[in-house]
């Protein structure tokens, strides 16, 4: 039973990671590499403070989120001037900034060693320190913000992120400011990619840099595109598929090196059915149009 509660905590966490990556990846056409940077970060704020000073959630969530929104904008107002190739070059290049603060600030994150003995998260003197009571507190915390996003998508913001994905010369000869809704739609995936980054601080009580790879980022990216990229329930069912994969290839008697292996090599297949896909449906609209 813990063992079926700890892959449903996983799956709560990568949900947060590739719906807050869909606002970038999906609705304003921004493919990032740098969102396992600002899980790091969320991650590593709440260890430091609670670790440290002992500071409760309730500080440090907030702050975790400051944090990654002050980073977030900061980049996509650089990358923000940039297109296509270049800007995937600019999030990959800050997501690897971020890993090297992590892996060699020695001082303060501890480098290789982490951090160890991150305490539970308290809320009202009660401990979210059993799987259980965890896993209810993430989806719950996955269902305030599968709201905030629904909300964000169907707003006259989210309209324009959609038009800006289908075309963005049109949306800036519509009057939009095309500019500021990526700086904000990067902000906010920011942001929010650092509450999963807190959830996974408290719930291992151990974090490394390992955690936070441009592996980690490249994983979120392809359940965005796997779910289609827009649809918050299919990125749900992706980001299930994909995290319980390599369980079912181990309960079917598959050794756990190769397991690993296999979930690559199956989602990169399924990668790149679904972008074949989405290139075909791209080429019928191109050809509607014209």
């Known amino acids: 039973m813990d063992y079926i509660l700890h892959l449903a905590i996983l799956v709560a966490i990568y949900t947060i ?3 807050s990556l869909s606002i970038v990846a999906g609705y304003s056409g ?9 899980y790091g970060i969320g ?4 260890a430091l403070l609670s670790v440290n ?22 980049v996509s107002k650089i990358a923000v001037k940039t297109v296509d190739d270049y800007y995937i070059i600019i999030t990959l290049g800050i997501q ?28 009202f003197g009660f401990a979210f320190d059993s799987k ?25 913001f989210g309209r324009v992120l959609k038009a800006l994905s289908e075309d963005e010369i049109f949306t800036k000869s519509l009057g939009k400011n095309v500019y500021q809704a990526k700086i904000v739609s990067f ?17 291992i009580s151990y974090i490394d840099p390992t955690s936070f790879t441009i592996d980690e980022s490249i994983f979120i990216l392809s359940i965005v595109i796997i779910g289609g990229m827009r649809n918050l329930k299919t990125i749900f069912l992706a980001t299930v598929f994909l995290v319980l994969l390599p369980e ?12 690993a292996n296999m979930r690559q090599i199956i989602y990169g297949i399924a990668l790149i059915l679904v972008i074949f896909q989405y290139g075909n449906r791209k080429n019928k609209l191109k050809m509607k149009r014209t």
């Open 30 to 38: 921004q493919l990032s590499l740098a969102h396992a940077g600002f």
């Open 248 to 259: 079912a290839l181990r309960f079917i008697g598959m050794p756990s090196n190769i397991a």
């Open 43 to 46: 991650a590593y704020t709440t």
């Open 53 to 74: 000073f002992g500071l409760s959630v309730f500080f440090t969530l907030p702050l975790a989120m400051l944090l990654s929104g002050i980073i977030a904008f900061i």
């Open 96 to 123: 690897v900034v971020i890993f090297s603060i992590l892996n060699n600030w020695q001082e303060v994150t501890r480098g290789p060693l982490g951090i160890p003995a991150i305490p539970s998260i308290k809320i």
């Open 187 to 203: 902000t906010i995936s920011g942001m929010l990619a650092s509450v999963a980054g807190v959830l996974y601080a408290h719930y």
């Open 132 to 156: 259980l009571s965890f896993l209810v507190l993430s989806v719950f915390i996955v269902a305030i913000i599968w709201y905030l996003i629904n909300n964000l998508v169907k707003s006259p």
């Open 17 to 19: 990671l590739s719906q």
